[in-house]
């Protein structure tokens, strides 16, 4: 499939979405806010979640504006997606109204570079599970290995993106359900145990974060689009299993 024709297919699928299925009871804020490196698989990543989400029943708002992190509107969402964001996007009442939107129970799902935002904000920190450190240069090739529990679980798939190194291993704060080998590619400094993806319940609410999410080709990928929603379900309190 060549790279510009998934966004038309997704269109395509969103044109024929029932309305039953549009007018759905629970809603998705994505927010990709950057306010440093501005990564070019955000149309993608949106089109993806939109797609995933309304499959679920669960309608998506798409925003760049801080000025929607209040608590009247957040309010209005049951899981509140950060697609590739940088930087510092939001002031202090802002991450007052995201702090108390999880404390009312609702879910965050953060995507890549969610892990490289919001440095001097800690509770956002300990919400996403881990900041990232660095990564090698391009894109690295190795394999996604599912676990639960601390022990692997189904199959390995291949995958093709920029790894993360993190400033420190989240193992023992979050429940790591995926990880990647690092023997297959040069630049990772984590060693035999590269988590790359967990979920956890955090302060009255749920987290789910992904370090994939970087190469536009990857959202092609169908693994990666099942790791996706499985999730968008566990953020939205759909699935006690998130990987």
């Not at 309010?75 to 997606?81: E, L, M």
């Not at 964001?85 to 799902?109: K, N, P, S, W, Y």
């Not at 309190?237 to 990987?243: E, L, M, T, V």
Request: glycine fraction near 10%; proline fraction near 5%.
């Amino acid at each position: 499939m060549r790279p510009n024709v998934l966004p038309l297919l997704l269109a395509m699928f969103l044109s024929t979405v029932p309305a039953a299925m549009a007018a759905a009871n629970e809603r998705v804020l994505v927010f990709t806010s950057t306010a440093k490196f501005r990564h070019d698989s955000i149309p993608i990543a949106v089109s993806t979640l939109r797609l995933l989400a309304e499959r679920e029943r669960m309608a998506v708002d798409q925003s760049e504006n801080a000025a929607d992190f209040n608590d009247a509107n957040l309010a209005r969402y049951r899981v509140v997606v950060f697609a590739n964001t940088t930087g510092d996007v939001l002031d202090a009442t802002q991450q007052q109204a995201m702090e108390t939107f999880i404390r009312a129970g609702g879910g965050f799902m953060g995507v890549h570079s969610a892990a490289d935002t919001e440095y001097d904000w800690p509770w956002y920190g300990q919400l996403v599970g881990a900041y990232f450190k660095n990564h090698p240069e391009g894109l690295q090739f190795s394999r996604v290995q599912p676990e639960r529990e601390g022990k692997p679980q189904g199959t390995s798939w291949p995958v093709r993106d920029e790894l993360y190194n993190f400033r420190s291993n989240p193992r023992g704060a979050v429940q790591v359900t995926a990880t990647v080998d690092e023997r297959m590619y040069q630049g990772g400094t984590m060693g035999a145990d590269h988590p790359i993806a967990w979920c956890h319940r955090f302060d009255g609410g749920r987290s789910w974060y992904t370090g994939l999410g970087h190469d536009t080709g990857l959202y092609r990928n169908r693994d990666f689009l099942a790791h996706l929603r499985q999730g968008l379900l566990y953020a939205a309190g759909r699935s006690p299993a998130c990987g």
